[in-house]
């Protein structure tokens, strides 16, 4: 069964990092196009960033390009999202999911799996 997990989320106060990683069950996540995304209660869904099956990554969010960076631990076949500088507005659900090609695109139906999400919340 292939599977996406999400780990590294939790609560932080305002400014603080959060480092969170992705992990694949039953395929090789180096291999695939993997992206970030969120969605907070009440908004539609927000691609963050995505890094490709071929290298090099994609920032979808201009706003969040100087805070957010998207990398691949390959020793841990794993792809992290280091936030910094968080802030209350970050707060929402953060999901990682594969697209079955090379090209990165913050279209959430062109992803063919998607992890459960873990929780992200920003609070003074």
């Known amino acids: 069964q292939l599977q996406l997990v999400e780990s590294g989320g939790g609560s932080v106060q305002p400014g603080g990092s959060l480092k969170l990683s992705c992990a694949a069950v039953?395929?090789?996540?180096?291999?695939?196009?993997v992206g970030w995304f969120r969605q907070a209660p009440g908004k539609e869904p927000e691609g963050i960033s995505c890094?490709?099956?071929?290298?090099?990554?994609?920032h979808f969010a201009d706003a969040l390009k100087g805070r957010f960076t998207i990398g691949r631990d390959f020793a841990k076949d794993a792809v992290y999202l280091q936030m910094n500088d968080l802030r209350v507005e970050d707060q929402a659900r953060y999901y990682c999911?594969?697209?079955?090609?090379?090209?990165?695109?913050?279209?959430?139906?062109?992803?063919?799996?998607w992890g459960p999400g873990t929780q992200v919340t920003v609070v003074s």
């Open positions: 999911a594969v697209k079955i090609d090379s090209t990165c695109s913050d279209n959430t139906r062109l992803y063919h799996y």
């Open positions: 039953g395929f090789t996540l180096n291999d695939q196009t």
């Open positions: 890094v490709s099956n071929r290298g090099g990554s994609t």
